[in-house]
């Protein structure tokens, strides 16, 4: 009986390893578009893999295991299966494999940010792959090599390795050709060679789009959008920046969703649509913190896991004494004093991540509460006002009140318009200006003209005060800024003036030109303010006041101007005395202004 049942378990084995290898294959294939996918064949082939006890494919569905959980950002899952996959492999002498995970290994350094150990993987698999003259192993690991050169922004070195790989595609595996090109054009946007990076984007759109690679076409095209914003063709970017923004949402890959809706958020900002710019810039904050706290949580277990293999080394170390002869003593000393001075820095390392962790909380925490503060005067301040105003339309409407009993209500309805458009221009500005890495347009203008211009866009408050606002130093004093952040900026500053100055009494703005630095100054005779209160000026922490003559604010135009300030590359500051007024100063420097 025996003998007819052992050629028909062969047989099974055999079928078997051929439908694992066939999953595999499959699996490699998948990790770049569907990395969900490719998790559960990888899965799937590991237990055929037990349940026939081949060690060899086992070891390579962990392989793919690992490799799954990189593409979808799960680094600490990756390292646990790849470490898995490396004994396997190492205990069974399987050296392609081996050199493999070496690779797979240097991925998940390179994803959570240390380069340098990733180099030094990528190097462990080259040593391995170039004695067997793989091909597409090599192109592999030189295309791997240069995107670690290019995190760390050496990009003649990352061009090296990339020409490398280029020498190693051959038509068995073409269709990883677009992941090369994508490479190449970004190292070329990334040096300014616009020229260059087109041509070689044009080559990953036809390659992508014949061979299927969802990822390289969505990165294709978030790269088309940064090149048509440095080229000055927004609606282009635009196009672009949609399509890789809908494929990364369709994807669900949180790292793809954050850096698309940032590249969404700026080409919005561009055209300057922005509410769209801002709803993009909200999605890119919510994924920011997911994305920067999975990176954290990565960093700080790969640590951790470290930290368990120097715990283990230790304990081999005393083992290794209570059955050293005497004459080894001393070498046990000198290991001894090199493990401490690993911990050291090991334990420096873990502290300056913490407290890394603890100035990256607060500073998310004074963010958070600033935005909390801004989304709730977006559903007070805003809703309030429309319901007003929508009522006495309804009202007028449906003739519940004729044109004669609607005029009392105008003044108070061009109020509410004014302050809503005035709390929607901040909040605009506000957004655009938390947009990092924009390039500011700067032009040549005098500040008499940007005076001039809200000295008549504010008569009416100024009239209804009887204050007198006067700048004629600003006469011939010129800037190179962006002038529309500038004005911004100098109406909220005009308008807290007024708002906390006496009834006929005067706001000067006064333009000092020093030997490094320009300085405007806006100086009111109004009520002042405490010390306690000047520390909270600009944090959007303090309450907001109300003015002489009962005017109500929302506690953002202070705020705000701290960040515009910022953005022109200068700084404020405020000097106050309680019921004799106040100077707020606005400094730039020669080289910005």
């Given at each position: 009986m025996m003998c007819v049942l052992a050629p028909a378990l062969a047989q099974n084995n055999n079928d078997t390893r051929q439908e694992i290898l066939s999953i595999l294959s499959e699996a490699s294939d998948e990790v770049y578009d569907d990395p969900n996918g490719s998790l559960e064949k990888s899965i799937r082939a590991k237990e055929l893999a037990d349940q026939i006890k081949d060690d060899s494919l086992k070891a390579a569905a962990l392989n793919r295991i690992g490799n799954a959980h990189w593409s979808l950002g799960n680094q600490m899952d990756a390292i646990e299966f790849l470490q898995k996959s490396l004994q396997l492999a190492e205990a069974n002498n399987l050296e392609v494999l081996v050199s493999k995970n070496y690779g797979n290994i240097g991925n998940v350094y390179n994803a959570v940010g240390f380069n340098l150990d990733a180099i030094n993987y990528y190097r462990l698999e080259l040593g391995i792959q170039e004695q067997y003259q793989q091909s597409r192993r090599l192109f592999a690991v030189y295309n791997n090599i240069a995107r670690a050169y290019f995190n760390l922004n050496q990009y003649d070195s990352a061009h090296h390795y990339l020409n490398k790989a280029s020498k190693r595609l051959e038509d068995s595996f073409i269709h990883l050709s677009p992941i090369l090109y994508s490479n190449q054009a970004e190292t070329y946007l990334k040096q300014g060679k616009l020229e260059i990076a087109d041509s070689l984007l044009e080559v990953t759109y036809r390659t992508s789009n014949q061979y299927g690679s969802k990822r390289t076409s969505l990165v294709a095209n978030q790269l088309k959008a940064e090149l048509e914003r440095k080229k000055g063709n927004p609606e282009h970017a635009l196009e672009h920046a949609q399509l890789a923004s809908d494929m990364a949402l369709e994807m669900g890959v949180k790292e793809l969703i954050y850096t698309t809706s940032k590249t969404l958020a700026n080409c919005y900002g561009d055209l300057g649509e922005f509410q769209k710019a801002f709803e993009n810039q909200i999605r890119y904050e919510a994924y920011k913190d997911s994305v920067q706290n999975v990176k954290v949580r990565n960093e700080l277990e790969l640590l951790s896991y470290y930290q368990r293999l120097f715990r283990l080394r230790v304990l081999e170390e005393k083992n290794q004494i209570s059955t050293t002869l005497a004459e080894q003593r001393q070498w046990i000393i000198n290991g001894l004093v090199i493990v401490l001075v690993i911990a050291t820095i090991l334990i420096g390392i873990i502290f300056y991540s913490t407290m890394k962790i603890r100035k990256q909380k607060r500073e998310l925490e004074q963010l958070n509460a600033f935005k909390t503060k801004i989304f709730a005067i977006v559903s007070h301040d805003l809703k309030s006002?429309?319901?007003?105003?929508?009522?006495?339309?309804?009202?007028?409407?449906?003739?519940?009140?004729?044109?004669?009993?609607?005029?009392?209500?105008?003044?108070?309805?061009?109020?509410?318009?004014?302050?809503?458009?005035?709390?929607?221009?901040?909040?605009?500005?506000?957004?655009?200006?938390?947009?990092?890495?924009?390039?500011?347009?700067?032009?040549?203008?005098?500040?008499?003209?940007?005076?001039?211009?809200?000295?008549?866009?504010?008569?009416?408050?100024?009239?209804?005060?009887?204050?007198?606002?006067?700048?004629?130093?600003?006469?011939?004093?010129?800037?190179?800024?962006?002038?529309?952040?500038?004005?911004?900026?100098?109406?909220?500053?005009?308008?807290?003036?007024?708002?906390?100055?006496?009834?006929?009494?005067?706001?000067?703005?006064?333009?000092?030109?020093?030997?490094?630095t320009k300085i405007i100054e806006v100086i009111d005779q109004g009520i002042g303010m405490r010390e306690e209160m000047r520390e909270k000026l600009f944090t959007g922490g303090l309450e907001s006041k109300v003015g002489t003559n009962g005017e109500q604010g929302n506690g953002l135009g202070l705020a705000l101007c701290n960040d515009f300030v910022q953005i022109l590359g200068g700084k404020i500051d405020v000097e106050s005395v309680e019921g004799e007024g106040s100077v707020f100063r606005v400094i730039l420097t020669d080289q910005d202004a």
């Open positions: 006002p429309i319901q007003s105003v929508s009522s006495v339309i309804e009202m007028f409407n449906e003739k519940l009140i004729s044109k004669e009993e609607i005029e009392p209500y105008l003044p108070e309805v061009r109020e509410k318009t004014s302050n809503l458009m005035g709390l929607l221009n901040n909040i605009f500005l506000w957004a655009e200006g938390q947009m990092e890495g924009e390039n500011l347009a700067k032009e040549n203008f005098t500040v008499h003209q940007v005076l001039e211009d809200l000295n008549a866009e504010l008569k009416d408050r100024l009239e209804e005060k009887a204050i007198q606002l006067k700048y004629e130093s600003a006469f011939g004093f010129n800037l190179h800024s962006n002038r529309g952040i500038l004005r911004i900026l100098l109406r909220n500053l005009i308008v807290n003036a007024i708002k906390f100055s006496h009834p006929k009494s005067i706001v000067e703005v006064n333009c000092v030109e020093g030997e490094e």
